[in-house]
């Protein structure tokens, strides 16, 4: 089948910067929407952002200003850049994909830590 594995996180400074990325492998027909979710401890998975495969972009209202979302087609890869982080932002970042054929799946999470 399919798998997306999430790389990139770790532990970073209140303002500064983390770059995700998520790469698709396996049996790929074509991959719809991308995106990147998060969870919090104690708190449900929520959405950070979605692209389309023609770039079309969502955006969590309250992180637009702080965090972008790109894709690479041919490489089947997703981005998240996140800037000027703030702890809130800890949390594991997910990435999610819809494949033709296969559907929904999730990657296993990769964790983000905004600490001094």
């Known amino acids: 089948q399919v798998q997306l594995v999430e790389s990139g996180g770790g532990l970073v400074q209140p303002g500064g910067s983390l770059r995700l990325s998520c790469a698709a492998s396996?049996?790929?027909?074509?991959?719809?929407?991308m995106g990147w979710y998060r969870q919090a401890p104690g708190k449900q998975r929520e959405l950070v952002a979605t692209?389309?495969?023609?770039?079309?972009?969502n955006y969590a209202d309250s992180l637009k200003a702080r965090f972008t979302i790109s894709r690479d087609n041919a490489k089947n890869t997703v981005y998240l850049q996140m800037n000027s982080l703030k702890p809130e932002d800890t949390a594991v970042y997910y990435c999610?994909?819809?494949?033709?054929?296969?559907?929904?799946?999730w990657g296993r999470g990769t964790q983000v830590t905004v600490s001094a």
């Open positions: 396996g049996r790929i027909f074509g991959i719809n929407v």
């Open positions: 999610n994909g819809f494949f033709v054929r296969w559907g929904d799946r």
């Open positions: 692209i389309t495969s023609d770039g079309s972009t």
